[in-house]
């Protein structure tokens, strides 16, 4: 349910094509990706995922879902962080996100056990650097 809530919110945000390039930021092995493309299958989408543990990334691979590398300069329509944030996401993955969504894209995540202060820092911090950007 999470994950079609996620899904909606991203659609909902209205793209200027009907292709979508989205990433699931922290895939694991790739199930909340084939759920998103179950939830939008009417719509034409390039979806990535990236993940830091090897084992993952390989499972994820296997189930289509493909793999960008943190170093990349890829730009998405939006990121999906489906039960990532609340493993203390590092600054720089942070950043990452936030310089890797297109200036209109859309970030969306759910939250689990973490307060509304520890959230307000990660959207703060998030939103200064695509001040940095440009793109706000």
């Known amino acids: 349910a999470n994950i079609a809530r996620l899904a909606d919110f991203i659609v909902r945000m209205a793209f200027s094509s009907n292709r979508l390039n989205l990433l699931d930021f922290g895939c694991g092995t790739g199930l909340s990706?084939?759920?998103l493309r179950t939830?939008?299958?009417?719509?034409?989408?390039?979806?990535?995922g990236l993940d830091r543990s090897p084992r993952m990334q390989e499972i994820a691979v296997k189930r289509g879902v493909i793999q960008v590398s943190p170093q990349g300069q890829q730009r998405f329509?939006?990121?999906l962080a489906?039960?990532?944030?609340?493993?203390?996401?590092?600054?720089?993955?942070?950043?990452?996100?936030?310089?890797?969504?297109?200036?209109?894209?859309?970030?969306?995540?759910?939250?689990l056990h973490g307060s509304k202060e520890e959230l307000q820092a990660v959207l703060t911090s998030m939103r200064k650097t695509r001040i940095g950007t440009g793109f706000i």
């Open 33 to 35: 990706a084939i759920a």
């Open 39 to 48: 939830r939008l299958d009417n719509k034409d989408i390039v979806l990535s």
């Open 77 to 79: 329509d939006g990121i």
């Open 82 to 111: 489906s039960y990532v944030l609340h493993a203390r996401t590092p600054q720089q993955d942070l950043d990452w996100i936030a310089k890797s969504l297109m200036p209109q894209g859309v970030f969306a995540a759910n939250w």
